[in-house]
Every structure is written in C-alpha cells, then in structure tokens.
C-alpha cells in the first residue's frame, strides 16, 4: 500500500511541477514563488527566516535572492539602526507576478480536483490532513479532551463515511 501511495504522490507532483513550470515561465520558477508567497505573509523578511520554509542552505537562499533582485521580483534594503541586517521586500512586480503564480497554481490544483466529485474533494482533503498531521476539525465545533478524537472524526465533511475510505459513491464524477 505505501509502495503505491508513493507511486501516485510522486506522479502527480511530478505532474503538477511540470505543469507549474511551463505556465510560470519564462518570469518565475516553483522557488521564486514559493519566496513570494511567503513575503505575502511575512514581509519584510530576512534571507535567514526564509531558511527553515525552503529546507535549503544559506547560499542557495542568497543566489536565489539575487535572481530574483536582478529579475525586479524584490529588493533588498539594509536595517537603518543595524547595518548588518538585510530586508527583504516585494516590489511591485513581485507582488503581480506572486498573485499570477498563486492563480496557476490554484488552477493546477483545481483542473486535477475537479476529476472527483465533491464529497471525494472532500475526502482527499480530510485525508490528506491527517497523513500531513494538519487537519483540524472546524473551530466551531467545541469540545472537550475527553472525546475529542471522536469529534475531530465526525467533524469531517459529512459526507466521508470512514477513513478507510468507504463512501456511499461509487463513481467520481
């Protein structure tokens, strides 16, 4: 089962990068938006606190920042009480060009999504958080400790039967 489960991952990612590329050329690659993306959230930023979302090496965070200077993605601007210290920001094009790559990522995602029906979305998205450990039941479902594994299992789309995968339906369209 894992054997498989890995087969599939890796073609769909595969799938989804190759895609991502050839839509995001020739302005930006899967890194550069993967930096945009976060400055939508965190900026201004320093190279070292994009270190720990990109699992790479200083280095590689410096060269990538300095295509995407050269390429007028974002710029760089030093710290005016402490010199040693470099921000990061989004110019304007790279505020364009990180909404631009959102959008053909989402349509990506979604051109793939929509070979199932709503409720096995659904389903692949519930299950998906739970290998991942990121799914959450809704916040506005209370509970308390005790129990809170049962609530957390109900409180999945309704639809999704059971994590084994047992539906109700028997096609994906």
């Known amino acids: 089962m894992a054997a498989e489960f890995v087969k599939s991952w890796m073609k769909l990612s595969k799938d989804w990068n190759t895609q991502m590329d050839a ?10 938006l993967q930096v945009l993306e976060l400055m939508l959230q965190y900026e201004p930023m320093k190279p070292s606190d994009l270190l720990p979302y990109l699992e790479t090496t200083p280095a590689a965070v410096t060269t990538l920042l300095d295509r995407m200077e050269r390429n007028g993605l974002v710029r760089r601007d030093r ?38 029906s709503l409720h096995n979305r659904q389903l692949l998205i519930y299950l998906i958080g739970k290998v991942a450990g990121t799914w959450e039941p809704p916040a506005s479902s209370a509970q308390s400790d005790k129990g809170a594994d049962k609530t957390a299992e109900t409180a999945v789309p309704s639809s999704a039967a059971s994590e084994t995968g047992a539906s109700s339906e028997t096609t994906d369209e």
């Open 79 to 116: 710290d005016e009480q402490d010199r040693r210290i470099v921000w990061v920001s989004m110019t304007e094009l790279g505020r364009s060009e990180a909404e631009r790559g959102l959008k053909i990522r989402g349509d990506i995602v979604s051109r793939s999504l929509e070979r199932l």
């Open 23 to 32: 839509e995001l050329a020739p302005q930006l690659t899967g890194g550069q």
